[in-house]
Each structure stands twice: as structure tokens, then as C-alpha cells.
């Protein structure tokens, strides 16, 4: 499969599994995620050769409709954002934190593209949905330059790029005991 993503997120379960099925049908593509989200969102992830995702995406938005929030095609998604996704990197010690929290997931999904393409930070953990309100929230880690410059990418990007940023914060030297909770 190639490296670019297709990232949905609606307000409608029912046309969520619609949507996924229609963009299976559409492209030639693999589906990473389809799956409810708190409250009562769904989101969806695929990966595939551009041209295919963007064909999938959409067919998947014709069918989803007025239930279709936000969407995003990644061409060349970095490599960091996919790890994180199935896993969480410990924050090491001496290293400053930045935290985006996005009132969309599939725009958390983005702005982790974004941090990790725009300088030399390691995304620790992207959250989406579950237990957050249907948000997203994206903890990176690295040298507080590195971390205040990726940061400011999106906050600068946001309105064009329709990104929903909430929040932002850079913690310069954060707390040794707040590690074992990012």
C-alpha cells in the first residue's frame, strides 16, 4: 500500500459503515480504521496510492452526505504518525512537551502529520475520540525550539487548513513525574 491516507469523520454511525463500504468498493485502498467514536461520531481511515484514496474519498463522501464533518487526503504521511497510532512513546527526560488539542480527530490526525514533517520533534501520542469528547489531542516531545516550531506550524496553518485547534501548549521542562501520564 502506498503512504497516503484518507481520513473522514462523521456525525452518523450508520452512514460512517456506509461510507466505509463505498470507499472499499471505489478504490483500491486498505482500511485502517472504521469505528464508532465518541459522542456519536465515526471515523474512518484509509491508506493507499493517492490516486486511489482520493477516488475512495470521495465516493465515501457522496454517500455520508450532510453527516460528513471533516475530511483529509495526507499524501506521504510520515511514518511517526501511523507508529503512534497503535502506540505510545514514553516522553524522555530533559525533553519539552507540546500538546494540540483538536475539537475534530481526523484534524488532530493532520496537525500530527504536520508537527512531524515540520521539525525534528517525536510524536508520543495522538489520541482520538474515546474517552476525549470526540476530539483529538497530539502530545510531541523533543528540543523546546523544535517543539515551540512544530507547534506554531499549526496554530499558523489552522484557519487554512481547517484544522479546529482548541488549545496549544509547550511545557519547556515539564515536571519528571508528569511523564508517566502523557
Known amino acids: 500500500m502506498g503512504k ?16 466505509s463500504d463505498a470507499m472499499l468498493k471505489a478504490g483500491q485502498v486498505k482500511l485502517l480504521r472504521s469505528a464508532p467514536a465518541c459522542p456519536g461520531k465515526y471515523l474512518i481511515l484509509i491508506a493507499g496510492d493517492t490516486g486511489e484514496v482520493k477516488a475512495a474519498m470521495e465516493a465515501g463522501a457522496e454517500i455520508a452526505g450532510k453527516h460528513l464533518r471533516n475530511s483529509y487526503v495526507i499524501p506521504h504521511i510520515h511514518e511517526q504518525v501511523l507508529e503512534v497510532l497503535s502506540t505510545r512513546k514514553k516522553v524522555e527526560a530533559r525533553e519539552a ?8 480527530m481526523v484534524s488532530a ?48 496553518g489552522c484557519d487554512a487548513l481547517n484544522l479546529h485547534l482548541q488549545e496549544h501548549y509547550v511545557i519547556p521542562n515539564p515536571d519528571p513525574e508528569l511523564l508517566d501520564f502523557l
Open 97 to 104: 512537551v507540546g500538546i494540540l488539542e483538536c475539537s475534530m
Open 109 to 156: 490526525l493532520y496537525a500530527a502529520d504536520m508537527v512531524a514533517k515540520e521539525a525534528a520533534v517525536r510524536l508520543c501520542r495522538v489520541r482520538l475520540g474515546q474517552g476525549i469528547g470526540g476530539k483529538g489531542v497530539v502530545i510531541l516531545s523533543g528540543d523546546v525550539g523544535a517543539v515551540k516550531a512544530a507547534v506554531n506550524a499549526v496554530v499558523k
Open 4 to 19: 497516503t491516507i484518507g481520513l473522514a469523520e462523521l456525525t452518523s454511525i450508520t452512514y460512517g459503515i456506509a461510507a
